[in-house]
Protein backbone atom coordinates (compact mmCIF):
# COMPACT_ATOMS: atom_id res chain seq x y z
CA UNK A 1 0.00 0.00 0.00
CA UNK A 2 2.07 2.63 -0.88
CA UNK A 3 1.44 6.41 -1.79
CA UNK A 4 0.18 7.71 1.11
CA UNK A 5 2.95 10.10 1.36
CA UNK A 6 2.89 11.11 -1.40
CA UNK A 7 -0.53 11.76 -1.98
CA UNK A 8 -0.35 14.24 1.08
CA UNK A 9 2.58 16.13 -0.37
CA UNK A 10 0.64 16.69 -3.38
CA UNK A 11 -2.04 18.23 -1.82
CA UNK A 12 0.18 20.34 0.76
CA UNK A 13 -1.25 17.95 3.68
CA UNK A 14 0.92 16.05 6.61
CA UNK A 15 1.72 12.82 5.52
CA UNK A 16 -0.65 11.30 8.07
CA UNK A 17 -3.67 13.17 6.37
CA UNK A 18 -2.23 10.47 3.41
CA UNK A 19 -2.13 7.27 6.16
CA UNK A 20 -5.76 8.32 7.10
CA UNK A 21 -6.60 8.22 3.31
CA UNK A 22 -5.01 5.37 3.29
CA UNK A 23 -6.77 3.55 5.90
CA UNK A 24 -10.12 4.49 3.42
CA UNK A 25 -8.60 2.81 0.89
CA UNK A 26 -7.93 -0.16 2.85
CA UNK A 27 -11.82 -0.01 3.79
CA UNK A 28 -13.06 -0.57 0.39
CA UNK A 29 -10.73 -3.04 -0.68
CA UNK A 30 -11.86 -5.24 1.91
CA UNK A 31 -15.25 -4.26 -0.20
CA UNK A 32 -14.24 -4.77 -3.03
CA UNK A 33 -12.21 -8.64 -2.23
CA UNK A 34 -15.48 -9.39 -0.64
CA UNK A 35 -17.56 -8.50 -3.67
CA UNK A 36 -15.44 -10.72 -5.88
CA UNK A 37 -15.32 -13.47 -3.87
CA UNK A 38 -11.51 -13.49 -3.09
CA UNK A 39 -11.01 -15.48 -0.26
CA UNK A 40 -7.33 -14.37 0.96
CA UNK A 41 -5.90 -11.31 1.21
CA UNK A 42 -3.09 -9.67 2.61
CA UNK A 43 -2.01 -6.46 3.64
CA UNK A 44 1.49 -5.16 3.76
CA UNK A 45 0.71 -2.32 6.34
CA UNK A 46 3.93 -1.37 8.42
CA UNK A 47 7.78 -2.72 7.68
CA UNK A 48 10.21 -3.88 9.38
CA UNK A 49 12.21 -0.54 8.25
CA UNK A 50 9.44 1.57 8.74
CA UNK A 51 10.65 1.83 12.26
CA UNK A 52 13.20 3.86 11.01
CA UNK A 53 10.75 6.48 10.07
CA UNK A 54 10.43 9.58 12.43
CA UNK A 55 9.07 9.09 15.99
CA UNK A 56 5.90 11.43 15.39
CA UNK A 57 4.60 9.05 11.60
CA UNK A 58 5.69 6.18 13.82
CA UNK A 59 2.85 7.89 16.30
CA UNK A 60 0.78 8.70 13.76
CA UNK A 61 0.81 5.29 12.07
CA UNK A 62 0.38 3.08 15.34
CA UNK A 63 -2.49 5.76 15.97
CA UNK A 64 -4.33 4.66 13.63
CA UNK A 65 -3.91 0.68 14.09
CA UNK A 66 -5.26 1.54 17.28
CA UNK A 67 -8.28 3.36 15.70
CA UNK A 68 -8.64 0.55 13.66
CA UNK A 69 -8.54 -2.39 15.79
CA UNK A 70 -11.27 -0.40 18.32
CA UNK A 71 -13.30 0.46 15.62
CA UNK A 72 -13.62 -1.33 12.55
CA UNK A 73 -13.29 -4.82 13.76
CA UNK A 74 -16.62 -5.81 14.62
CA UNK A 75 -18.04 -4.97 11.00
CA UNK A 76 -15.26 -7.18 9.68
CA UNK A 77 -16.85 -9.87 11.88
CA UNK A 78 -20.27 -9.29 10.57
CA UNK A 79 -18.91 -9.73 7.40
CA UNK A 80 -17.36 -13.02 7.30
CA UNK A 81 -14.13 -11.56 7.68
CA UNK A 82 -11.37 -13.48 9.53
CA UNK A 83 -8.62 -11.17 10.90
CA UNK A 84 -4.74 -12.49 11.45
CA UNK A 85 -1.18 -10.22 12.02
CA UNK A 86 2.15 -11.18 10.85
CA UNK A 87 5.27 -9.60 11.82
CA UNK A 88 7.40 -8.39 14.61
CA UNK A 89 4.09 -8.30 16.90
CA UNK A 90 6.29 -7.94 20.25
CA UNK A 91 7.69 -4.56 18.95
CA UNK A 92 4.40 -2.95 19.21
CA UNK A 93 2.76 -1.36 22.67
CA UNK A 94 1.07 -3.79 25.23
CA UNK A 95 -2.37 -2.54 23.97
CA UNK A 96 -2.29 -2.83 20.09
CA UNK A 97 -0.33 -6.75 20.84
CA UNK A 98 -3.71 -7.41 22.81
CA UNK A 99 -6.01 -5.73 20.45
CA UNK A 100 -4.27 -8.44 17.68
CA UNK A 101 -5.19 -11.04 20.28
CA UNK A 102 -8.65 -9.94 20.58
CA UNK A 103 -9.21 -9.16 16.69
CA UNK A 104 -8.14 -12.66 15.78
CA UNK A 105 -9.94 -14.47 18.65
CA UNK A 106 -13.10 -12.40 17.73
CA UNK A 107 -12.57 -13.45 13.91
CA UNK A 108 -11.27 -17.39 14.40
CA UNK A 109 -15.03 -18.40 13.26
CA UNK A 110 -15.04 -16.87 9.59
CA UNK A 111 -14.25 -18.19 6.91
CA UNK A 112 -15.15 -15.90 3.94
CA UNK A 113 -12.55 -13.71 3.21
CA UNK A 114 -9.20 -13.86 5.50
CA UNK A 115 -7.35 -10.70 5.83
CA UNK A 116 -4.16 -10.92 7.08
CA UNK A 117 -2.15 -7.70 7.85
CA UNK A 118 1.28 -7.43 8.07
CA UNK A 119 2.97 -5.54 10.67
CA UNK A 120 6.61 -4.88 11.87
CA UNK A 121 6.89 -7.40 8.64
CA UNK A 122 10.01 -8.25 7.06
CA UNK A 123 10.61 -11.08 4.71
CA UNK A 124 13.82 -12.12 5.15
CA UNK A 125 13.51 -11.97 8.75
CA UNK A 126 10.38 -13.98 8.56
CA UNK A 127 12.85 -16.50 6.60
CA UNK A 128 15.63 -16.46 9.21
CA UNK A 129 12.83 -16.85 12.16
CA UNK A 130 12.17 -20.07 10.57
CA UNK A 131 15.49 -21.24 10.21
CA UNK A 132 16.09 -20.29 13.66
CA UNK A 133 13.28 -22.92 14.42
CA UNK A 134 14.07 -25.47 12.16
CA UNK A 135 18.03 -25.13 13.96
CA UNK A 136 16.19 -25.58 17.71
CA UNK A 137 14.00 -28.64 16.66
CA UNK A 138 16.61 -30.32 15.02
CA UNK A 139 19.08 -29.66 18.09
CA UNK A 140 16.26 -30.33 20.44
CA UNK A 141 15.95 -34.14 18.18
CA UNK A 142 12.53 -33.48 17.19
CA UNK A 143 13.75 -32.99 13.63
CA UNK A 144 15.42 -35.09 10.85
CA UNK A 145 17.56 -32.22 9.07
CA UNK A 146 17.29 -34.68 5.78
CA UNK A 147 13.30 -34.93 6.00
CA UNK A 148 12.82 -31.49 5.81
CA UNK A 149 11.26 -30.25 2.95
CA UNK A 150 9.86 -26.92 1.60
CA UNK A 151 6.44 -27.98 2.94
CA UNK A 152 8.01 -28.52 6.24
CA UNK A 153 9.96 -24.77 6.23
CA UNK A 154 6.75 -23.33 5.12
CA UNK A 155 4.99 -24.09 7.90
CA UNK A 156 7.82 -22.78 10.36
CA UNK A 157 6.82 -19.13 8.75
CA UNK A 158 4.20 -16.77 10.22
CA UNK A 159 2.17 -17.59 7.44
CA UNK A 160 1.99 -21.29 8.10
CA UNK A 161 -1.25 -22.62 7.14
CA UNK A 162 -2.30 -20.46 4.34
CA UNK A 163 -1.73 -20.11 0.97
CA UNK A 164 0.45 -18.54 -1.21
CA UNK A 165 -0.16 -15.46 -2.61
CA UNK A 166 -1.80 -15.80 -6.34
CA UNK A 167 -1.31 -12.34 -7.25
CA UNK A 168 0.88 -9.09 -5.54
CA UNK A 169 -0.16 -5.83 -5.90
CA UNK A 170 2.20 -2.85 -5.50
CA UNK A 171 0.39 0.82 -5.98
CA UNK A 172 2.68 3.79 -6.50
CA UNK A 173 4.50 3.52 -9.49
CA UNK A 174 7.14 1.43 -7.47
CA UNK A 175 8.12 -1.86 -9.04
CA UNK A 176 9.75 -3.65 -6.29
CA UNK A 177 8.73 -5.89 -3.69
CA UNK A 178 10.77 -4.65 -0.82
CA UNK A 179 11.05 -7.54 1.21
CA UNK A 180 7.24 -8.55 0.67
CA UNK A 181 6.26 -12.15 1.57
CA UNK A 182 10.15 -13.28 -0.22
CA UNK A 183 9.12 -16.73 0.00
CA UNK A 184 6.08 -16.96 -0.51
CA UNK A 185 5.95 -14.83 -3.87
CA UNK A 186 7.76 -17.40 -5.72
CA UNK A 187 5.20 -18.29 -8.15
CA UNK A 188 2.91 -15.24 -7.39
CA UNK A 189 1.88 -12.69 -10.30
CA UNK A 190 2.78 -9.71 -10.19
CA UNK A 191 0.98 -6.31 -11.16
CA UNK A 192 2.23 -2.71 -10.30
CA UNK A 193 -0.27 0.19 -10.43
CA UNK A 194 0.81 3.81 -11.07
CA UNK A 195 -2.23 4.71 -8.61
CA UNK A 196 -1.32 6.27 -5.35
CA UNK A 197 -2.19 3.82 -2.55
CA UNK A 198 -5.27 6.29 -1.09
CA UNK A 199 -6.94 6.91 -4.74
CA UNK A 200 -6.92 3.01 -5.01
CA UNK A 201 -10.35 1.76 -5.52
CA UNK A 202 -12.67 -1.13 -6.55
CA UNK A 203 -12.29 -0.28 -10.66
CA UNK A 204 -8.42 -0.70 -9.62
CA UNK A 205 -8.96 -3.90 -7.77
CA UNK A 206 -11.23 -5.03 -10.29
CA UNK A 207 -8.77 -4.60 -13.46
CA UNK A 208 -5.80 -6.09 -11.72
CA UNK A 209 -8.12 -9.26 -11.18
CA UNK A 210 -8.47 -9.03 -14.87
CA UNK A 211 -4.86 -8.29 -15.68
CA UNK A 212 -3.98 -11.53 -13.43
CA UNK A 213 -7.03 -13.53 -15.06
CA UNK A 214 -5.37 -13.15 -18.47
CA UNK A 215 -1.66 -14.29 -17.39
CA UNK A 216 -1.13 -17.58 -18.20
CA UNK A 217 0.55 -20.08 -15.12
CA UNK A 218 3.22 -22.72 -16.07
CA UNK A 219 5.29 -22.83 -12.37
CA UNK A 220 8.07 -23.86 -14.34
CA UNK A 221 6.37 -26.31 -16.12
CA UNK A 222 6.66 -26.49 -20.11
CA UNK A 223 3.18 -25.24 -22.13
CA UNK A 224 1.45 -27.92 -23.28
C1 LIG B 1 3.26 3.56 2.44
O1 LIG B 1 3.15 4.88 1.96
C2 LIG B 1 2.27 3.31 3.49
C3 LIG B 1 2.57 3.04 4.79
C4 LIG B 1 3.94 2.96 5.32
C5 LIG B 1 1.48 2.84 5.78
C6 LIG B 1 0.31 2.05 5.33
C7 LIG B 1 -0.82 2.32 6.28
C8 LIG B 1 -2.09 2.47 5.94
C9 LIG B 1 -2.60 2.26 4.57
C10 LIG B 1 -3.13 2.89 6.94
C11 LIG B 1 -3.39 2.00 8.08
C12 LIG B 1 -3.63 0.57 7.74
C13 LIG B 1 -4.42 -0.24 8.44
C14 LIG B 1 -4.45 -1.71 8.13
C15 LIG B 1 -5.29 0.27 9.50
P1 LIG B 1 4.36 5.86 2.20
O2 LIG B 1 4.12 6.57 3.49
O3 LIG B 1 5.64 5.12 2.11
O4 LIG B 1 4.16 6.84 0.99
P2 LIG B 1 5.29 7.54 0.11
O5 LIG B 1 6.09 6.44 -0.50
O6 LIG B 1 4.49 8.30 -0.88
O7 LIG B 1 6.07 8.41 1.05
Redesign the pocket.
Known amino acids: ???????AAARGLP?VA??RA??Q??RRTIEAALQHGVQWLT?Y??SSE?WRRPEGEITD?TG??RH?LRNEVTELAANGVRLRVIGERRRFAADIQAAFVDAERLTAGNARLNVT?ALSYGGRSEIVAAARRVAEAALAGTLDPAALDEAGFAEKLFTAGTPDPDLILRT?GERRLSNFLLWQAAYAELVFLDV??PDFGAQHFAEALADYARRERRFGARPV
Not at 1 to 7: A, K, L, Q, S, V
Open positions: MDGNGRWRGHGAAVLAFNLLLYVSLW
